[in-house]
């Protein structure tokens, strides 16, 4: 039986949804599958999909919304992936190949001519099809009418006027999906043959407004005012977005608003699930019995998972803001304007919105590459995205930053902006070197498509961030999670027993003359048995062991490991370094800072000299420390092998310059 | 009747300008993703900003007055490799 004669006998009908980029055919999408809709992916390819399920009667119908494509005939990853699911030879994963039972096409009426193009590229390959025509609303405004029973009638197929943001005709779609069939029409097969086609549909279907450049063209006809004021305001905006002074300054504005709303709004939600996790593990050590079971549960899966997911509120409201911006149709805008000023570095201007998230996360900022289309310009973005400051650099930024000018915030706050700019000069200079050694090439000219501004949908906004965020805890709950035991592991073991110090404080708390005095003894003698079970674990072997590899730089045993254990995520250097020179693992708190600064080794020599400090700030400007990132890369790249890449890469060029910073300096 | 003058760039002209696209020197996917925006010989184009980028507007096909108003921001150093007209009465 043929994959397609099975579907039918489980009562499964498969429609591909196809369309031009900007016609709303995600909004259409999400209005038809709500909160039913997951991400799949293509084996064999870097697109994905969105997929739903919509009952119609007895009919389940499978809906596979498509990349947006100009023409299934390009020779790019995204009209490959669209033809090869329309020809059945390609289906997403778990599922087999074979033809959709129908195809949705989806076009915009206030740019239709342009669209009927890839409704003959679609109506050739003879599958059932409803040609859905997106933002009528948008078109009507504009003064253009459309005859769907003549468009129909041209076409050979069942059309549906609709608009999307409103729901205007949308509820008739999906009963009409059940019911179409194989077009009776068949436009030709070349370039030229099937834009003249086009051109002919809609000479006899749609009757525009005249626009601003009729004026004498038709007699008897002025220019519609509306076109006019259309086009004028939009060239008014657009020279304001794209001008090359005006430009960045309002990027910039722009920018640094999105920033300070992710990081302030986030704070509350972060909070909270930090708060959420301490409780979950301190609930695990109450309840469970003290074994390596409940060590591992509290310290490995809460604790290691609960630090990725107190991300997520600021991922969700990237996700969110960057949707409503990108819907308005700016970020289109922004990427052309910065389009100039990376593509000297082989990046293109779509890589802009992805470097520009990572300063949140790496995590998002690379999944947004995938909104570049060609795969080399994506990978290269891809691969150097984790040299954007992100905001886990910010408490190792915060006490480097505090133990070099400690009284000194203007010097502080320089060095920090110094930070972020040393990080996007690493990534555009090593996106250079990338493009010309290991990705060989220019990057793409970028030509783009400025799409019609407009009100945004948070409807879309929302549904792509519960998308977005879904595919982050998923991978929270999978790789991160079992990178985090096998930390855990490496950092608890072998056991130690109370230490020689600790068993010395333990004694002489109840000689105190206060409970007060006790419980402080008590506590230092809890802090001097963290220091020696972290010095005694696998992890403070491996510091002892790579010493000599960090001394050029200028970290001694306890300092690598920091490093090394900081190797999952920056963040937690923090910490460590907390409890390998004070014992007490809260790096937030200030008598900790200020006793983490003051740390000396047993010569007197203090821990983090100036030299070292420098060092290390650099070293964690640059370095690929965050597991997470590799793991997202090796999956986005379609492999482990990139993530090594950036790995070797990053680590190199923190090493090499780390070293020289503390050569220099020491 | 229309008078076409050859050898005009699309990079050279100033906003405001309006034309129609003669042919495109391009490698074949940039010409081919340029065509499938709409910006193919025949069709009329309008500058709406001239520089880097510059910006242009797909007014219509070469048969139609489709006023499809697709705005396409394009990098200079493609629109140096566009051949367009300007339309003389």
Redesign the interface.
């Known amino acids: 039986m043929n994959p397609k004669a099975e579907r039918a006998a489980d009562g499964v009908f498969r429609v591909a949804m196809l369309g031009n980029p900007n016609t709303g055919k995600t909004t259409l999408f999400n209005r038809l599958s709500g909160l039913r809709a997951k991400t799949s992916n293509f084996p064999g390819t870097t697109q994905d999909a969105r997929v739903a399920v919509l009952e119609s009667g007895a009919t389940t119908i499978e809906l596979i919304d498509l990349p947006g494509v100009y023409s299934l005939e390009l020779e790019t990853s995204e009209s490959r992936v669209c033809r090869e699911v329309l020809d059945g030879k390609l289906a997403l994963k778990g599922e087999r190949a074979g033809d959709p039972d129908a195809v949705l096409v989806v076009v915009d009426g206030s740019k239709l001519a342009r669209n009927l193009t890839i409704v003959g590229e679609s109506l050739r390959r003879r599958l059932p099809t409803l040609v859905v025509v997106n933002m009528i609303d948008l078109a009507r405004r504009e003064g253009i009418e459309i005859d769907a029973e003549i468009l129909s009638e041209k076409l050979g197929a069942a059309v549906l006027l609709v608009s999307a943001r409103s729901g205007e005709g949308c509820d008739k779609i999906v009963s009409m999906l059940a019911i179409s069939r194989i077009p009776n029409q068949t436009p030709p097969g070349t370039v030229e043959g099937i834009e003249r086609w086009a051109d002919d549909v809609y000479a006899a279907c749609a009757r525009p407004a005249p626009t601003h450049l009729d004026e004498g063209d038709h007699a008897g006809e002025g220019p519609s005012e509306a076109s006019r004021r259309v086009a004028d305001t939009t060239d008014r905006i657009d020279a304001m977005l794209i001008h090359p002074v005006a430009g960045p300054v309002i990027l910039a504005v722009v920018m640094a608003g999105l920033f300070w709303v992710i990081f302030s709004a986030a704070k509350w939600p972060m909070d909270a699930i930090s708060a959420a996790f301490d409780a979950a593990k301190a609930w695990i050590e109450g309840v469970l019995p003290a074994g390596i079971l409940t060590d591992m549960l509290a310290n490995g899966v809460v604790a290691g998972v609960g630090t990725t997911l107190v991300f997520l509120p600021q991922i969700c409201l990237l996700f969110f803001l960057m949707s409503l911006l990108e819907d308005t149709g700016y970020l289109a805008r922004a990427a052309i304007m910065m389009d100039r000023l990376l593509r000297p570095f082989g990046l293109p201007g779509h890589s802009f919105v992805p470097l520009l998230g990572s300063h949140a996360c790496a995590l998002p900022g690379i999944m947004a590459t995938r909104a570049i289309p060609d795969f080399r310009d994506r990978l290269a973005t891809i691969l150097v995205a984790p040299f954007m400051s992100c905001s886990a650099r910010l408490p190792v930024y915060v006490l480097l930053v505090s133990i070099l000018f400690h009284d000194q915030p203007a010097l502080g706050a320089v060095a920090f902006v110094g930070c972020y700019a040393l990080g996007i000069v690493a990534g555009l200079g090593s996106a250079m070197i990338a493009r010309r050694t290991i990705l060989p090439g220019k990057s793409r000219p970028m030509i783009l498509e400025l799409p019609t501004y407009k009100r945004p949908s948070l409807r879309t906004a929302f549904l792509l961030t519960l998308d977005r965020a879904g595919i982050f805890v998923k991978s929270a709950g999978t790789t991160i999670l079992a990178i985090c035991i096998v930390l855990w592991w490496l950092g608890s073991y072998p056991r130690s027993g109370p230490s020689p110090d600790g068993d010395l404080l333990r004694a002489q708390a109840p000689l105190q003359a206060s409970a007060e005095g006790a419980r402080d003894f008590d506590e230092r003698a809890a802090r001097a048995d963290a220091m020696y079970a972290k010095e005694r674990s696998m992890v403070g072997m491996m510091g002892r062991a790579v010493e000599p590899v960090f001394r050029p730089l200028g970290y001694d045993w306890q300092l690598s490991v920091g490093v090394l254990s900081s190797f999952a995520a920056r963040e937690v250097f923090v910490n460590t370094m907390a409890i390998v020179t004070t014992g007490n693992e809260d790096g937030e708190d200030e008598g900790v800072l200020e006793r983490v600064r003051e740390a000396r080794r047993g010569d007197g020599t203090p821990i983090f000299s100036r030299a070292t400090c420098w060092s290390l700030l650099v070293y964690y400007v640059l370095a690929m420390q965050c597991l997470p990132t590799l793991a997202v890369t090796a999956r986005e790249s379609r492999g482990v092998k990139w993530a090594f890449v950036q790995l070797g890469w990053m680590s190199g060029v923190a090493y090499v310059a780390a070293l020289v910073t503390y050569q220099m300096l020491a | 009747m229309v008078k076409i003058a050859s050898g005009m760039l699309l990079k050279d002209q100033p906003t405001g300008w309006?034309g129609r696209v003669v042919s495109t020197d391009l490698p074949?996917?940039?010409a081919?993703?340029?065509?499938?925006?709409?910006l193919?010989p025949g069709a009329?184009v309008?500058v709406?900003?001239r520089?880097?980028?510059t910006?242009v507007?797909?007014?219509?096909?070469?048969?139609?007055?489709?006023?499809?108003?697709?705005?396409?921001?394009?990098?200079s150093?493609?629109c140096g490799s566009i051949v367009v007209d300007r339309e003389s009465?």
């Open positions: 309006i074949d996917s940039e081919a993703m340029l065509r499938a925006m709409g193919r009329v309008r709406c900003r520089g880097t980028p910006v507007e797909v007014v219509s096909g070469h048969q139609c007055k489709c006023h499809c108003r697709c705005r396409i921001g394009i990098a150093e493609v009465h």
